[in-house]
């Protein structure tokens, strides 16, 4: 039996899972606080450091930890060594894409950019992709009441998921993949009775569930709906088998109430 060398009322520190944190922390650490002095400055010009009073500074240290833990797993999932020069590197360029986001800017907190974390990483606006995202959901369900501004964010979030996706699965990210991928979740929702009534902006917050069900039903064929080549979709021909039937609805629609079962 393992003996408890804790002292009474000692509490215990959770261990970094990783000890490439340990290592660089108080260097990534100093990155951030050097990176805050650089960008923001007070009335008179002078350089302002981070807010991490007694109050604050466990949340704060918490939260810069976990992302530099997720930025870590990511470059792990690209088979990259995480060296203290990739490691500042990467650490500054979150830093820099969260700061181009104006109302990040004014809350430019380590709490904050964890919980935004995935959108900072995923930040590059995709208008082009976003609209096809859209076209096939539209197409999927031609009876779903439109909101194109909270669409328009959702497919967003779609992207940026899938996005995360591929890059921790160290898999290439492109137009043609994502769009796949995204056949493939739109088919899972079209499963459940309850989730197709559902906005596209409710299925965005919860689309770890169906990419959960996803695997868990074709385990064995393919370990992540990244790989959806390996499904059988193909987003190319896949507007086309929705808009066929549609067409063959439209055709049953007319010969019931034509009486006939001939063409």
């Not at 490439?20 to 805050?36: D, I, M, N, P, Q």
């Not at 949340?59 to 990259?80: H, V």
């Not at 203290?84 to 380590?110: M, V």
């Not at 979030?157 to 492109?174: A, E, P, W």
Request: aromatic share 12%; proline share 3%; net charge positive.
């Amino acid at each position: 039996m393992k003996k408890n060398t804790s002292t009474p009322g000692e509490k215990k520190m959770r261990p970094i899972r990783s000890s490439g944190v340990e290592t660089w922390w108080h260097e990534l650490k100093a990155e951030y606080f050097s990176f805050h002095k650089h960008n923001f400055r007070d009335q008179d010009g002078y350089s302002i450091a981070p807010d991490w009073n007694p109050q604050k500074i466990g949340m704060e240290a918490g939260a810069l930890k976990k992302i530099i833990i997720f930025l870590r797993e990511i470059a792990e999932g690209k088979k990259i060594e995480w060296t203290l020069e990739y490691a500042k590197k990467q650490i500054t360029d979150f830093l820099s894409k969260a700061i181009c986001d104006p109302w990040l800017k004014k809350n430019f907190y380590c709490a904050m950019l964890n919980k935004k974390k995935v959108d900072i990483v995923c930040s590059t606006y995709h208008p082009r992709l976003s609209k096809k995202i859209l076209e096939l959901w539209y197409a999927k369900y031609p009876g779903y009441v439109r909101d194109y501004e909270k669409d328009k964010s959702a497919a967003e979030v779609i992207i940026g998921f899938l996005k995360q996706q591929y890059v921790l699965n160290s898999l290439s990210f492109t137009e043609e993949s994502i769009l796949s991928s995204t056949v493939v979740i739109y088919d899972e929702v079209g499963r459940d009775n309850f989730w197709r009534l559902k906005s596209l902006s409710s299925i965005s917050k919860n689309i770890q569930e169906f990419v959960n069900r996803i695997k868990s039903r074709r385990d064995g064929q393919s370990n992540s709906v990244t790989q959806s080549s390996k499904l059988g979709t193909n987003y190319k021909t896949a507007g086309q088998d929705i808009f066929a039937e549609r067409l063959r609805r439209k055709v049953e629609g007319k010969l019931n109430r034509s009486g006939s079962s001939d063409l």
